[in-house]
């Protein structure tokens, strides 16, 4: 199963978009999914059921600051990198902002 935790620690609605990868190779997509996560909010988000594509290729989260667009895009192109690893091998993803950058972090929790 392909299922995260994610967290917004902004003051800000956080529009979300996952790649997922279909299989293991990278820049195979198996489709796209999107979710809205609210202000101050955690949400278990399951992307894909049974042991088909628990990989994800690309995360891209989009914050409306009041007028400002603040976005943020990790991607996968090659396997075993440093995205790929912080995509595919933790549970958790938070969302924070500093200054004007919207700073993604990845962990097991």
């Known amino acids: 199963m392909g299922a995260k ?3 917004n620690q902004t003051p800000y609605a956080i529009a979300v978009t996952l790649t997922i990868r279909n299989g293991d190779i990278p820049g195979s997509e198996a489709g796209t999914q999107e979710f809205s996560l609210n202000p101050g ?3 278990l988000y399951t992307y894909s059921q ?3 594509n628990p990989y994800l290729d690309s995360v891209v989260a989009v ?3 009041g007028g400002n667009i603040i976005a943020s895009q990790q991607a996968v192109t090659i396997r075993s990198s440093v995205v790929d690893d912080a995509l595919n091998t933790n ?3 938070v969302f ?3 200054n004007q950058s919207l700073i993604v972090s990845y962990s097991n929790n």
């Open 5 to 7: 935790n994610f967290t």
């Open 41 to 43: 909010h955690n949400q």
């Open 50 to 52: 049974g042991t088909t």
């Open 63 to 65: 914050v409306d600051s």
């Open 91 to 93: 549970n958790t993803v």
């Open 96 to 98: 924070t902002l500093q």
